[in-house]
């Protein structure tokens, strides 16, 4: 059974950085790609990053890139979002969660299981 659970979430400044973690069971991460999407109450789920399977590579929502990495340890069977430079409207609900597309995709309906999310606000 597919599990992934997501910490590390918080209230931040802006211009901060917060480092999520997903840990995840049932599957190993060399399995599916992996994915960080966000909700803001009332909008849809938007795609934040993607990390592939086995090389390492990722893609990055242009509202983020330069600003967050993804990253994943196969051995702990965890996936990390650090995230820097954090602003307000980064604000929302983070989830990790896979996907069987072979693709590297930041496409919300791509994904199947998803995490409980963890809550990230960005405020003075």
């Known amino acids: 059974q597919v599990q992934l659970v997501e910490s590390g979430g918080g209230l931040v400044q802006p211009g901060g950085s917060l480092r999520l973690s997903c840990a995840a069971s049932g ?5 599916y790609n992996i994915g960080w999407l966000r ?3 009332g ?4 795609g934040v990053a993607c990390i592939g399977t086995t090389d390492g590579s990722a893609v990055y ?3 983020v890139r330069g600003r967050f990495t993804i990253s994943k340890d196969n051995v702990k069977n965890m ?3 650090e995230m820097n430079d954090l602003k307000p409207k980064d604000t929302a609900v983070y989830y990790c969660a896979t996907t069987l597309s072979l693709q590297l995709t930041l496409k919300s309906g ?5 995490g409980q999310g963890t809550q990230v ?3 003075s």
Do not use: G, H, M
């Open 110 to 114: 791509n994904y199947i299981d998803w």
């Open 121 to 123: 606000t960005v405020s």
């Open 39 to 41: 909700q803001v109450p």
């Open 61 to 63: 929502a242009s509202s």
């Open 43 to 46: 909008k849809e789920r938007e």
């Open 27 to 31: 599957f190993t991460l060399d399995s």
């Open 79 to 81: 996936v990390f979002l």
